[in-house]
């Protein structure tokens, strides 16, 4: 039976030590948030976000704009929040309304105020292996492995899904880590005979019940990244949980597993662009 491999309460712990962390800085650490539109799945994060700053002692500021706003009011934002000197982490929450492009708004921000490591600078700086900040899904992946004693050195990883969130700078992680990494998506030919083969398979996919028991390798580690609501309302990832279960060594519950972590990561890299900014 696989071990859980239990975010939530990592997330707790990491979050303390955030907390001391912040006390210690000649100011709380500031995160802006830009939030266009009516999404509710963004309506829900960024209040999860703003809970989890009070929890830290991180100031937060929601810019909430409706969805009609123009790309040249998402721009002029950002240049304010990029001069704004009590501002020290700037978060554009995507999806943005549809007739919008995110790429110039993203592009726009001050490299060092992009806490979600989107700016050009930023993934070019994590390719090369010299981040800035660490993307915050592929980060808290990375930790919740390293608390859990999960081997990456020299191991096979296999990735579901290419997006510059998740699959990509993942893969460049992991890479940057010795492990041998194989990223899919939606036209990989025989998927099951890759993810056979993986020690450590992270599914970012967005498709409930995709990964099934006999795509999984004996004791493999199962990081489930997505989280799908179904018809009813229940929350599911990638995984077929009851299924896989029984033959992974380690599985990540949905929810509960990955998300935690991201948002944990996400304050991570507001504390260090405070520390960047207060020189400390």
Do not use: W
Not at 117 to 145: D, K, Q, V
Not at 182 to 203: G, I, M
Request: proline share 9%; glycine share 8%.
């Amino acid at each position: 039976m696989a071990i859980k491999l239990d975010g939530a309460a990592l997330a707790a712990r990491l979050k303390e030590q955030i907390r001391l962390e912040a006390a210690s800085l000649p100011r709380p650490p500031m995160l802006a948030v830009v939030l266009a539109g009516e999404d509710p799945a963004s309506q829900i994060y960024v209040r999860g976000k703003e809970r989890d700053c009070a929890e830290c002692g991180i100031l937060s500021r929601t810019h909430r704009l409706p969805a009609d706003v123009s790309q040249e009011e998402l721009l002029s934002l950002a240049s304010r929040l990029n001069h704004d000197k009590s501002v020290d982490g700037v978060l554009v929450q995507l999806p943005l309304p549809e007739g919008l492009d995110p790429r110039p708004v993203l592009h726009a921000l001050a490299p060092e105020k992009d806490v979600d490591c989107f700016h050009p600078l930023n993934a070019g700086l994590l390719s090369l292996g010299e981040p800035r900040f660490l993307p915050c899904t592929p980060a808290g992946i990375l930790t919740l492995l390293d608390e859990y004693n999960v081997p990456i050195r020299g191991r096979r990883c296999v990735i579901i899904g290419r997006s510059r969130l998740v699959g990509r700078p993942l893969a460049q992680l992991l890479t940057a880590r010795d492990g041998t990494v194989t990223l899919c998506h939606s036209r990989t030919e025989d998927l099951p005979f890759l993810t056979r083969q993986a020690d450590v398979l992270v599914c970012a996919a967005g498709r409930p019940g995709l990964v099934t028991a006999d795509m999984v390798k004996p004791g493999a580690a199962v990081i489930d990244v997505s989280m799908n609501r179904v018809p009813g309302g229940t929350l599911t990832g990638d995984v077929d949980f009851p299924g896989v279960e029984p033959i992974a060594g380690f599985l990540t519950p949905v929810p509960g597993g990955v998300g935690p972590m991201t948002r944990a990561c996400l304050l991570q890299n507001v504390l260090r662009a405070a520390r960047l900014r207060q020189s400390v």
